[in-house]
């Protein structure tokens, strides 16, 4: 009985064994196989000319670069937010491996919307690629406003040089604190450069209607705030039409030579130490701002005064007496060619009248443009625009604007002029005035 069942179980061993090793061998003809590809793949590709061991360094890109994609990834996070990824808008606000950007959203990674819902989507859209229409000109005043030229250590006393680039950062690393602090206002306010973002923020909330925060609206009404915010709100919409008042070469008035002001560092790095809280200009300074923060609280727009007009010819009567600002332009402003220096260059600026708006030459005066009320003054819309005898006045700009479709070639000093090249507006040659005969001497 025993040696039956040792036989028996000998026999089912040897079965077991067989049964394995019938198994194992397609195993081992699978991996001979895959092992001889393999092979024979490594040994083409080593034979070959055309393997290419090239590094593919990432596309360049500029700090504009970098601003914009940053500025436009918050732009996207903002306005589609379901995309979570950002994988919609990364072509757009991001360079590609080719070093090129994408021109509109991807919508596949958005899904479908109906509706409603698709109109805000759809404006979503329209607004990454308003900003993605103008990606060039943003990147170029970017790489323009923060140039990483030489340029003196301002940290040095050994009159050292620093890219700017890295002058940027370090000042940017600077005003960290603020974010954290306030060394101005008393202890418990709140800190610096939040504090500037949140007044910022309340200052345009009041521009755009009724303010709804509680220090903005402190002593005002709501019907005094909703008229304080429209009178703002016009004001403002009436600057848009004074595009080109000034030659290009004085678009930015008085900041344009003060900012060229070679010791303009050292200028400020002497002066603002004098308005540190507990310095001797501080509470000058503070005081200073009070004022000007009441005179803009309780100041109430006045009645404009009447045209000046000479009511008596043989004796110049004028038809009311002038005003201080009045009396001051009419010497500072006078013209006389002796005012003017040996061989020097017309320097035209238009006139303008009480409201700020230029004054329209008698040459257009009632045929391009209209006086409808009989005031005097040439009549203009909410925007500041003139205003013609069909609609919008059909006249350039006093000085040439930039991208602006004229309609008349201007003169040689830019000037506005009509078909028949009489001057559209009435001009002052400020070369030949009393204020430049002072500053020159």
Same mark, same amino acid.
């Given at each position: 009985m025993a040696i039956a069942l040792r036989g028996g179980n000998g026999r089912h061993s040897r079965r077991d064994a067989g049964r394995k090793l019938q198994e194992q061998r397609p195993r081992r003809t699978l991996r001979r196989a895959v092992l001889g590809s393999a092979c024979v793949a490594l040994s083409v590709l080593a034979c070959s000319s055309d393997f290419d061991t090239t590094r593919r360094a990432p596309p360049p890109s500029t700090l504009g670069d970098d601003m914009y994609s940053a500025l436009c990834d918050r732009l996207g996070a903002s306005v589609l937010t379901? =995309?979570?990824? *950002? !994988?919609?808008?990364?072509g757009i606000c991001h360079i590609d491996a080719s070093g090129k950007y994408a021109d509109t959203v991807d919508t596949k990674p958005l899904g479908t919307l109906q509706g409603e819902a698709a109109l805000t989507r759809q404006f979503a859209i329209s607004k990454l690629e308003a900003m993605a229409r103008r990606r060039s000109q943003l990147i170029d005043a970017f790489n323009a406003t923060f140039p990483d030229d030489e340029i003196s250590d301002p940290w040095s006393d050994k009159n050292e040089s620093v890219r700017g680039h890295v002058a940027l950062s370090r000042f940017m690393k *600077?005003? %960290?604190?603020?974010?954290?602090?306030?060394? %101005?206002?008393?202890q418990g306010m709140e800190d610096t450069l939040p504090s500037v973002t949140r007044s910022t923020g309340r200052l345009f909330s009041g521009l755009a209607g009724p303010p709804k925060d509680d220090e903005f609206t402190s002593g005002l009404d709501p019907a005094q705030a909703e008229a304080l915010a429209r009178a703002a709100q016009d004001s403002l919409a009436g600057l848009s039409g004074r595009q080109g008042y000034r030659p290009l070469r004085v678009t930015l008035g008085a900041l344009r030579p003060a900012l060229a002001y070679p010791e303009l560092r050292s200028l400020a790095q002497t002066l603002t130490p004098h308005f540190e809280p507990n310095a001797d200009m501080y509470d !000058?300074?503070? =005081? %200073?701002? *009070?004022?000007?923060q009441g005179e803009l609280t309780t100041s109430t727009p006045s009645a404009l005064p009447e045209p000046l007009e000479v009511v008596d010819a043989s004796t110049l009567q004028l038809n009311r007496p002038r005003t201080k600002l009045e009396v001051a332009a009419a010497m500072m402003l006078s013209q006389d060619p002796v005012f003017a220096g040996p061989g020097s260059e017309p320097r035209y600026l238009v006139q303008r009248d009480q409201r700020g708006v230029a004054i329209p030459s008698a040459a257009v005066m009632g045929s391009l443009i209209v006086d409808s009320d009989g005031d005097g003054l040439a009549d203009v819309d909410s925007a500041g625009r003139f205003v013609g005898p069909n609609g919008l006045a059909q006249v350039d700009p006093p000085f040439v604007v930039p991208a602006f479709q004229r309609v008349q070639a201007p003169d040689f000093y830019g000037r506005a002029l009509t078909s028949g090249g009489a001057e559209v507006y009435e001009y002052i040659d400020t070369s030949q005035t009393l204020t430049a005969a002072l500053v020159r001497d």
């Open positions: 379901e =995309d979570l990824e *950002g !994988a919609s808008y990364r *600077g005003i %960290v604190p603020l974010y954290e602090s306030n060394p %101005v206002e008393p !000058a300074l503070q =005081d %200073v701002l *009070g004022m000007t």
